[in-house]
């Protein structure tokens, strides 16, 4: 814990320094006056401990200049009411009147060091809770991880499962960087064909190809000022790497169609579930871009490493269903909770949510039962993929007691397709109405 002592009288400040030293868990450093402790105060400093009667700036007016930044416990030998009053509005949560016995300052400063972590913990958990439903231990040592990186412009990397949130984890960073009031533009680079990627990241001007009939700009210029996003970045084209390296670079894009390049001003953050150091050895991805990209790598770990998380985020998602589907909310029994909590949960939160959703679509209890999760079928290597969803349709159109207009809606495919699969499947139709 740092402290920071202002003192005007030698003696006293030199009596705390040698005293306060003697605690290994205390680091300390003073100041003989106010002004100076004004221009060297920094965020490492944890308590501020201050005289009241002192030359030039007093310490009432130094606490109202610190407005409440740091923690604080004054020290005076002339104590007033009107003083105390004074202090306690400003924030402070010990006044002692000198002379005092260090173990009474050394009690004081330890009520604060608790005060401190509280604080810091609270503004923690808010800063969390608003991007992300819970939190777990294995979740906050990445978040602190992508926190601390977010104050800089380093280039980061997010490893990680696919559906761990890569890119709740990608606006994360963008929020608590200093480009958050900016643009944040997310691309997909394995969702785009190929022969549109460079057109969609860099531009184009008019005339550049056929249905080019106006300028466009690309994802980079969209992100100057901001963040950009490359997500699946381990499935980029060959032939485009060398291009985003020069972005990487120089920093400066050239649209498709023109020679005059365009200064962009951007933090990149990239994310992979693939191998990439495999992709370097077998030639499919340039080992000078992986190193641009991840200065700072971040590992998300799996659902199954952050059980804390699954039952708040089960029940976030049943609200967010019976809202979207204008359903009533429904608790999960104590089966349906431990089944989902035993569950490995391959598909990571993006499983997770489908799960949660189709069982409050399915679900005509009172209550999600163990048996409206269908994950039963989802459990190791045993049962196909074709008789996973053959159980699914026999599910749904008993659910839907043989209707199929309505178990088509809910499969979310043409009556035409349910059809061939109930035929593929041998389901009999009818036989669900019972």
């Known amino acids: 814990m740092k402290l920071a002592i202002i003192e005007d009288d030698i003696n006293m400040r030199k009596s705390l320094e040698i005293a306060l030293g003697e605690y290994d868990e205390f680091e ?4 003989k006056n106010a002004k100076d402790a004004l221009k060297k105060l920094d965020d490492t400093i944890d308590l501020v401990i201050t005289d009241i009667n002192m030359p030039g700036i007093d310490g009432i007016e130094f606490l109202e200049k610190l407005d409440r930044k740091y923690e604080a416990i004054v020290i005076t030998g002339n104590a007033t009411l009107n003083r105390a009053i004074d202090s306690i509005r400003l924030g402070v949560k010990d006044f002692l009147t000198k002379p005092f016995e260090i173990d009474t300052l050394v009690e004081a400063i330890k009520r604060s060091q608790k005060a401190i972590e509280v604080t810091k913990s609270k503004k923690s958990q808010s800063l969390y809770k608003e991007d ?15 926190k601390k990186a977010a104050s800089t412009d380093a280039s980061i ?16 960073v963008h929020k608590n960087s200093k480009r958050s009031e900016k643009n944040f533009v997310a691309i997909n680079m394995a969702a785009i064909p190929e022969n549109l990627l ?33 997500d699946e970045i381990g499935e980029m084209p060959l032939s485009l790497q060398a291009k985003i ?34 992709k370097i050895k077998d030639s499919e991805f340039r080992e000078d871009l992986y190193f641009r990209l991840q200065t700072i790598p971040i590992e998300i770990p799996p659902l199954r490493d952050r059980k804390e998380e699954i039952i708040p985020i089960s029940e976030w998602a049943i609200k967010k269903s019976a809202k979207a589907y204008e359903l009533a909310e429904k608790p999960l029994s104590q089966n349906a909770k431990e089944r989902l909590l035993k569950y490995r949960w391959p598909g990571n939160i993006r499983e997770l949510l489908s799960v949660v959703e189709r069982a409050m679509i399915l679900s005509e209890n009172d209550e999600i039962s163990e048996e409206d999760l269908f994950l039963k079928s989802r459990d190791g290597s045993r049962t196909s993929i074709s008789n996973m969803e053959k159980e699914l349709i026999v599910e749904v159109l008993s659910s839907a007691h043989g209707d199929l207009n309505e178990a088509t809606a809910i499969l979310g495919m043409n009556k035409e397709t349910l059809l061939l699969k109930c035929n593929k499947y041998s389901i009999k139709l009818g036989e669900q109405t019972s």
């Open 157 to 172: 990397m997010l490893f990680g499962e696919s559906g761990v949130g890569k890119e709740l984890f990608a606006n994360f």
């Open 28 to 31: 300390i450093v003073s100041f």
């Open 245 to 278: 390296l020069r972005v990487l670079q120089e920093r400066e894009v050239v649209r498709l169609g023109s020679n005059k390049p365009i200064k962009v001003d951007i933090r990149v953050v990239s994310a992979t579930n693939a191998n990439i150091e495999q």
């Open 198 to 230: 460079e057109s969609e990241l860099f531009g184009y001007e008019k005339g550049a190809f056929t249905d080019a009939t106006e300028g466009r700009a690309g994802k980079f210029e969209a992100s100057s000022g901001g963040t950009i996003f490359l």
């Open 132 to 146: 992300f439903i819970s939190s777990s231990e294995a979740l906050d040592s990445a978040l602190k991880v992508a």
